[in-house]
């Protein structure tokens, strides 16, 4: 997969709200974060070295990058995946590995060459991250018996995580279906008239809902499209629990609005009020986090025992 440029990465602790994913490597514990815009695992270098140095992990990062090999792996690398990688500062860096004279920090490898495929932040949540593939170098590097235990662990991980997101995408979508037929059955007997060709009609219904994202998301469909790059899939099937619910309530009120013979602009009015309202309540509702709690409950029992 080739990266449009390292900006995607520049809010990746923001974007992942705070919370960090957990490798568990034969008792070590690693931290994993996600690139939100292009859908990468990064995993801390800082942990893995504290395998082999609790006291000093920066100086173990340090070593592993004073070795020509981890140079050109990582030149490597970004060559194949980065297209704004800077080879001049690489061929430089290549040149001088491995002489005593020699050291070289994460951050200015990133800087000078612009590379993606490590990441340094400071902070709480700071440190090393670097993309799988690399981190999965390190780590061999570090020891090969412990490389093994963590690509295991990341296994798990992302075996239980495609199994939640099937759960909860089915569980979310069947929120959003219990109006939908009041929906379009309103539609196509006050909107949809026999002169409208087929593809007319199609803008119809494509309009209507775009009505209700408007209201509740603040965009249409193709704007959420190009605002996140995704050519497919749906804007609602990465919709809160809180927004489902106020979308199964706007279908069935939009519904009965154009039964009313109101205008799309009267109804976007309203229809946005009401979903300011409702979300607001929702957000600080027992019920509504009652239902949370539900699903992960679900989740939780269909999830396949840990490793």
């Not at 690398?77 to 430089?92: A, D, I, V």
Request: aromatic share 10%.
């Amino acid at each position: 997969m080739r990266y449009k440029c390292h900006d995607n990465l520049k809010n990746i602790y923001e974007n992942y709200g705070g919370e960090h994913m957990k490798l568990n490597a034969n008792g070590t514990e690693i931290s994993l974060i996600t690139d939100t815009k292009s859908n990468e695992d990064y995993i801390s270098l800082t942990d893995i070295a504290k395998y082999r140095n609790p006291d000093d992990p920066s100086g173990v990062i340090a070593n592993w990058l004073r070795n020509r090999n981890t140079i050109e792996y990582l030149g490597l690398w970004e060559k194949m995946n980065n297209p704004n990688f800077n080879p001049l500062e690489f061929e430089g860096f290549k040149n001088d590995a491995g002489l005593n004279s020699f050291t070289l920090s994460p951050q200015k490898w990133i800087v000078s060459t612009n590379a993606i495929g490590i990441i340094s932040r400071p902070g709480r949540y700071g440190g090393t991250f670097a993309h799988t593939d690399i981190a999965f170098e390190f780590a061999s590097w570090v020891s090969p018996e412990f490389k093994l235990y963590v690509i295991k662990d990341y296994q798990r991980l992302k075996s239980d995580e495609a199994h939640r997101l099937e759960i909860g995408w089915d569980t979310k979508r069947e929120l959003s279906k219990i109006n939908y037929r009041i929906h379009t059955d309103a539609i196509k007997e006050f909107l949809i008239t026999p002169e409208l060709t087929k593809q007319e009609q199609s803008y119809k219904y494509a309009t209507e809902a775009d009505i209700l994202n408007v209201a509740i998301f603040g965009k249409t469909a193709k704007q959420w499209r190009e605002e996140t790059g995704f050519k497919r899939g749906n804007m609602r099937d990465f919709a809160s629990v809180e927004q489902l619910i106020v979308l199964v309530n706007l279908e069935s009120m939009n519904a009965d609005l154009i039964h009313q013979g109101l205008s799309t602009q009267d109804r976007l009015k309203k229809l946005r009020s009401v979903a300011y309202y409702q979300l607001n309540s929702l957000y600080n509702s027992s019920a509504a986090n009652k239902l949370k709690s539900t699903i992960q409950n679900q989740i939780k029992q269909k999830s396949p025992p840990p490793v």
